[in-house]
């Protein structure tokens, strides 16, 4: 028997200038509903019951620089989206409002950054 407690993530929260405009993109980019939604924090929940995304407010957000480098604030942490269909998840990322990073590592992944310049991937989970 473990001495551990239970443990369970049940988010990530990513930070920006405006809670509500970034947790819209990701609304719109993977079509979770809030289920939370103040002006200073947001909750999505994710539709299978899994982890779900949390944004908050801080007006001393500074964007990340992608790929990282010395003198400019360097990425915590990125988000790992699987899709089926590598082009399409792109184009619908890009409509939403992210941008194509210019910086791609890996053939089967695309790096995008969401509207406050949080990367994430886009990945096809079989190559």
């Not at 990530?12 to 509500?20: I, N």
């Not at 939370?36 to 001393?60: H, I, M, N, R």
């Not at 695309?110 to 096809?124: E, M, N, Q, S, T």
Request: aromatic fraction near 8%; charge should be negative.
């Amino acid at each position: 028997m473990s001495d551990r407690p239970r443990l369970k993530l049940t988010g990530v929260v990513l930070d920006s200038t405006d809670a509500r405009e970034l947790a819209g993109f990701y609304r719109r980019l993977l079509g979770w509903e809030a289920v939370e939604d103040e002006p200073e924090w947001v909750v999505l929940a994710a539709p299978d019951g899994g982890a779900g995304l949390s944004f908050q407010t801080d007006e001393d957000y500074v964007r990340p620089a992608w790929p990282g480098d010395r003198g400019h604030q360097r990425m915590m942490a990125h988000l790992d989206i699987a899709v089926d269909d590598l082009d399409a998840a792109v184009a619908h990322a890009l409509t939403q409002g992210a941008v194509l990073a210019d910086y791609q590592p890996q053939d089967h992944v695309r790096v995008c950054l969401d509207p406050a310049g949080h990367p994430f991937c886009l990945y096809l989970p079989n190559s």
